[in-house]
């Protein structure tokens, strides 16, 4: 009687404690981001949230599902939980290395998540593969372009071309008949070890030599 | 035969008169903030629209309402008429404190409202108080972004703060089952009272110390 | 069963080739600047795509239409092979007066139809008039902010002011009766006449003188 109730199509899903895991890897590189520049808790907060959601929520928003978190009980407060242990732990406890590997293994899942969705939804392939980009990187963009810092995107690393390859992978497994749940695997791994690679040895892309 | 309908869940509306005055609030500190960066009318008109009503625009696309001024009549008409104020009248006539107290209503109304509206649209307590602070907050955010200034994110001052209370209350009335107009009363005053007190005694928050 | 079936309104559309075409201008505007600021390919490739299709994003989002490159096979393939047509070519190919001429034909045709679509989706005309000037500039907003350069918003030349007589002229034919196709083309011509003039001439609005 009042509103069009939207039933998803079938797609593969994280188990659900691995899935708020994730987010809660991407909101702590915001927490601690707004940490180390010496912000409030509401800032800390607020940035853990757009670094945890940020990717799939444009992601759902382009593809005209319902956005994923608004909904859901939990995924908001898991944010929240992330930026009170980011507040009340010192920020050195989380500069190690694990952090990095941990969002490494985020963004390869969820770039290959991104895609999968989007296409579980009838996008085509290379538009579902920007949605497996934009799923996996957008919530570090907007984090860096809130916190007026040069972003992700604007950094040679090999950050985004990790996301890329794993979304481009798991279009290329779905486009030739590969089962969803397998497919996500392989672009998760290889999408994983571009990024690892790139920590382990500090690859870099070339870039472009400008307009001389 | 064409497009779906949505008939929206019943929530409390502010009487038309008193909604209109709080969006030109919110565009007119848009409309300043770009007449003080000395920029072209065109420019004062898209600050006044962005401020006025980005905030509830992201709430709505979130929550999957359709957006509120898009298919109004006189939401985007009134913000350009209050670029023309702004354009027109010194800029000191807007200067003193009555402005700021203005906006720190508004930021307290609408804080409250957002996180009812999107609890009318079935939105769980915790994520509905997050689109709460969204309709407060988002437009300033925007604001300051474009304009590339550090964003009211990013200051210490209790403003994003206020709106977070303003919602919580919200968010808690609704839950506890008081009814909407009360829980909204009290959310705006609780909201309005924090950052009056934030204004008159310069209150910030404590600031993360860094990573040391 | 599953998903509910949008069936657009009728509006007007450019042949398929211009169409495709203007959005590839758009596009090389993005990554020819990120090309200048010596970015990597993924970035040119990320810019690209935002510039190119960014305004008809949000104007889609605003109005609850289908985002339109979303479930269109071409327009994300024709924006990447724009990006590799900027990484392979000298970027001083480009830099001639060529571009900026496709670039304002571009704004004038883009702000003319976003109102023409708005208001086939049952905008009113001042809101469906801001949802041209979304089409045409918003896409060089985003580039602009996310490169942390100063926005198209904020410089004094005759840029945003183009799209938006182009966007107003559309509103005004519609509402007076004349058919969509008559009035998109008075409206393109007017506004590109606007912004060819500004480039001509180096025309730019009077700014605001501040607050003293």
New interface residues.
């Given amino acids: ?4 109730t ?4 079938d797609s593969p899903a994280l188990p659900a404690a691995f899935d708020i895991l994730g987010i809660a890897v991407f909101a702590l590189t915001g927490a601690l981001s ?11 907060a ?1 940035f853990a ?1 757009m670094t945890g959601v940020g990717g799939g ?1 444009l992601r759902d ?4 599902a ?2 994923f ?5 939990f ?3 898991v944010c ?1 939980a992330v930026a009170l242990l980011a ?1 009340f732990t ?3 406890w989380w ?1 190690g290395r694990l952090l990095e590997w941990a969002d490494a293994l985020g963004l390869a899942v969820y770039s290959g998540f991104g895609t999968i969705k ?1 296409m579980a ?4 392939p ?2 579902a ?3 497996g ?1 934009v799923t996996g990187c957008v919530g570090g ?1 907007v984090r860096d ?4 810092q ?2 992700i ?2 950094r ?1 690393e090999l950050y ?2 990790a996301g ?1 390859l794993a979304a481009a992978v798991a279009a290329a497994g779905l486009a030739m008949g590969f089962s969803p749940a397998l497919t996500w695997a392989v672009a998760a791994t290889v999408g994983f070890a571009l990024r690892g690679a790139a920590i382990h040895w500090s690859l ?9």
């Fill in positions: 009687l009042t509103m069009p939207i039933i998803p199509p707004a940490a180390q520049m010496r912000q409030t808790f509401v800032t800390v607020f949230l929520t928003l382009l593809i005209g319902p956005v978190w608004v909904r859901d009980p995924v908001a407060p929240l507040w010192p920020v050195r500069q989007a939804w009838g996008v085509p290379v538009p593969m920007v949605m980009v963009i372009v809130v916190a007026g040069p972003s995107l604007m040679p985004v071309t890329a870099g892309l070339p870039a472009h030599e400008g307009a001389d």
